[in-house]
């Protein structure tokens, strides 16, 4: 059974970092695109980052410069490192991965998603 498991969330003032894991079990997704949205209250889900089965990384212009997605195939695991964190980063946050294709983007569909972990940015 195919699962992801994220963490690392937590509370953070502002201008503070955190760093989210996305451990992946029941099958290798080292050749698998994978990314992160993020959901704020009363939002719709948004793309955050996405990295490439080339390892090539895209990110939202909200968080371009700040966040730094990357990944450790040995480990299955995926990690969002997040700087200089705003109140506006406030959301959960959900790690996902598609099974097919080489790209992660803000149109791909995952096949899996996490169940996500909470990010409260204080100001």
């Known amino acids: 059974q195919v699962q992801l498991v994220e963490s690392g969330g937590g509370l953070v003032q502002a201008g503070g970092s955190l760093r989210l894991s996305c451990a992946a079990s029941?099958?290798?997704?080292?050749?698998?695109?994978m990314g992160w949205f993020r959901q704020a209250p009363g939002k719709e889900r948004e793309f955050v980052a996405g990295?490439?089965?080339?390892?090539?990384?895209n990110y939202a212009d909200s968080v371009k410069g700040r966040f730094t997605i990357s990944r450790d195939n040995a480990q299955n695991t995926m990690y969002l490192q997040m700087d200089n964190l705003k109140p506006d980063d406030t959301a959960v946050y959900y790690c996902?991965?598609?099974?097919?294709?080489?790209?992660?983007?803000?149109?791909?569909?995952?096949?899996?998603w996490g169940q996500g972990t909470q990010v409260t940015v204080s100001s």
């Open positions: 990295i490439f089965r080339s390892g090539t990384t």
């Open positions: 996902a991965v598609r099974l097919t294709g080489s790209v992660f983007v803000a149109s791909t569909k995952p096949d899996y």
């Open positions: 029941g099958r290798s997704f080292g050749n698998s695109p």
